[in-house]
């Protein structure tokens, strides 16, 4: 929790650079399984750059959201940047406004394939196969 404002847009690390980083880790949808970030003031975030890891052996599902940066007063701005390091293509369309104030990350469609979809690729690969082997013998 921050107690007052943050202002991510005009930090500055030590390249010079002018964005701060917000990292969060989530190990599961409950409470207490992701970092939340509670700001009791303002929040600048304009250019910022978002980054997010997966711990504890986390494997999220279609929707799963996360309520991570919660902003009592004035949220201007957005992140300029998404590091994903889930392997799960995660972009700043992932990201939406929380009703309650702040952002949300929500699982894409894209993000885990359902266990039909490996079926229908493995049955694929099989059917290739089969009429691979079939005219090789002509």
Excluded: C
């Amino acid at each position: 929790m921050i107690q007052g404002d943050l202002n991510l847009a005009n930090a500055e690390n030590a390249l010079g650079r002018a964005f701060g980083t917000l990292k969060i880790e989530v190990g599961g949808t409950a409470a207490g399984q992701f970092d939340v970030l509670h700001i009791t003031g303002n929040a600048d975030i304009d250019g910022a750059t978002f980054e997010i890891s997966l711990v504890d052996g986390y494997a999220p599902q279609l929707g799963d959201t996360f309520y991570f940066l919660r902003v009592d007063g004035l949220l201007t701005g957005m992140f300029g940047t998404v590091i994903d390091h889930t392997g799960l293509g995660l972009t700043l369309d992932d990201l939406s406004l929380a009703e309650g104030g702040g952002l949300m990350l929500t699982m894409p469609a894209s993000a885990v394939p359902e266990p039909s979809t490996y079926a229908v690729l493995v049955g694929l690969g099989v059917l290739g196969f089969a009429w691979a082997a079939r005219h090789q013998r002509r």
